[in-house]
């Protein structure tokens, strides 16, 4: 199979010095980047909001921008980020609980309509069956695998077999990302279970050799 894509996640970049930061891991191989983003409520952090992303598309008009939304209430985000220039948008299933019935398909429509692509995410957690419902509906699937709010956790290798379960059910022009604790020494177990786009913050940001490590994730 192709090598996975790499997107590294802004969360492990020097904030003061963002934009160089971006345009180094563009210039060192990596495919688009991750912006999470955190409401201090749906996750017990703070990070980032859309004059950060409206900022980053100035400067990157060609750059593919990956938005994770880490929130209880994506409706709210979902128009500003993609005026803000963000080009595809995940949400996480957990804060579709106890919100109207079909919320999810509602938020998908909205995402779509905005011109972005749809993404769902589940926490580790949650089962694979509970997203399942969505193939066909998204064009991602982000397995998280650490428990979502801080960048450089552990990874939590039972997320695997989650992936093994859902991957195989997706149609080719659905795509599935990994988050969390993934970098060289696990790329390949990540990308053989059946994920093609990966997200790595620390062990992007905080390699000594940029390109040497986002080499080394793609070729697992
Ligand atoms: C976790 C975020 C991740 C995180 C990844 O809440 O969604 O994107 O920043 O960082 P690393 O790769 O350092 O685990
Ligand atoms: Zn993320």
Partial sequence: PAQPLVLPSILAADFTTL???????????ADGIHVDI??????PNLSIGVPIMASLRKRFPDA????HLMVTNPELFVQPFADAGADHITFHIEATAGRK???EFDLIKQIKATGCTAGI???PPTTAASVQHLVGHVEMFLAMSVHPGFGGQKFIPEVLDKIRELSPKLPDTARFEIDGGVGPVNAGDVAA?????IVAGSAVFGAPDRAAAIAAIKAG
Avoid: I, P, Q, R
């Fill in 38 to 43: 955190m409401d201090g409520h749906f996750v």
């Fill in 19 to 29: 934009g160089e930061d971006v345009a180094d891991v563009l210039d060192k191989g």
């Fill in 101 to 103: 019935e079909n919320h």
């Fill in 193 to 197: 279970a059946g994920v093609d786009m």
């Fill in 121 to 123: 995410s589940f926490n």
């Fill in 64 to 67: 593919y921008f990956d938005v």
